[in-house]
Nanobody, 134 residues
Framework: QVQLVESGGGSVQAGGSLRLSCAAS????????MGWFRQAPGKEREGVAV????????FYADSVKGRFTISQDDAKNTLYLQMDSLKPEETAMYFC???????????????????????????WGQGTQVTVSS
């Protein structure tokens, strides 16, 4: 059974940084698409960043490129999201998600697609709140 547990959320001022962590267990498949998504009140869930673990390919939403970094620590079975230069409009609940991503020639592209299609990922954490004040 896959379990994802996020931590690291909190309150920061605009321009500040936070590092989110997602402790994963039960990931027994050979490769996954894993990522971070966020949802603000009254808005749809949106992709922030994803990583295809088979190649460590990373993809980002345009709005966070250059400021956020997604990474994984295989030894710790942990996914991270380093968030720098945070903006007030990025206040949201941040979720970790994962799903199996078969090792094919199009695996990276498939994972990139999932950045804009969160409903295609089957495993989700409970979320961690990030609040950015101006």
């Amino acid at each position: 059974q896959v379990q994802l547990v996020e931590s690291g959320g909190g309150s920061v001022q605009a321009g500040g940084s936070l590092r989110l962590s997602c402790a994963a267990s039960g990931l027994t498949y050979s490769s996954y698409c894993m990522g971070w998504f966020r949802q603000a009140p009254g808005k749809e869930r949106e992709g922030v960043a994803v990583i295809y673990t088979g190649e460590e390919s990373t993809f980002y939403a345009d709005s966070v490129k250059g400021r956020f970094t997604i990474s994984q620590d295989d030894a710790k079975n942990t996914l991270y999201l380093q968030m720098d230069s945070l903006k007030p409009e990025e206040t949201a609940m941040y979720f970790c998600a994962a799903d199996q991503e078969p090792r094919t020639l199009v695996a990276s592209g498939s994972c990139f697609f999932r950045l804009t299609a969160p409903k295609t990922l089957n495993y989700w954490g409970q979320g961690t709140q990030v609040t950015v004040s101006s």
